[in-house]
C-alpha cells in the first residue's frame, strides 16, 4: 500500500512537472519578423501556422507599416482588427508621426482569436525626421514582430 501511494505521488509529480514545462514552452514569444524601419521593400511575410500568415505592409503613403495577421486563402480580413473601433490609427499601424509624437510606445502587444494568440510589435532603437513635405518618415532602427500562442 505505500509504496503504491508513493509510486502515485511521483506519477502525479512528474505529470505537475511536465505541465509545467508544456506551459512555459507555450508561453515564450516567437521572433517572427525582423527588419529594417526606415527600408523601401513594401512586404516582409511570414508563416505562423494554423494556415496563417503575418505580414508587414509599408503603408500607402511609405510613411508607416501595417502589421497584419491574415488566413492563407481567406477573405484578407486582419485579424488584428478586433471590430470594435473602426476608426482612426489602430495599435498595428506604425507611422514614424506616432513614434514622433511618442504616441506609439517601443512596444505593442495585441491580442487576436479571443485572446488564444498574442503579437508584439517592438521598435528598436528607431529615430524619425521630417522630410521636405513636412511628414515624418524613419531614419534609423528596426521592427520586429513576435508571435505567442496559448
Known sequence: MKIRSIFTCFVVSAISILHGQESKVQDTWM??????????????????????????????DNLGWYIEVKYYGGKGENLLCNGENWHGVQPWMVYAWKQANQEFPDLEEISYENGKSKIKIVLVNCSVIKNEQNTFEFKTGKIEVFQKQF
Open 31 to 60: 521572433k517572427v519578423l525582423s527588419f529594417n524601419a526606415a527600408e523601401s521593400k513594401l512586404v516582409h511575410k511570414a508563416d505562423i501556422g494554423n494556415h496563417k500568415y503575418i505580414s508587414a505592409a509599408m503603408s500607402g
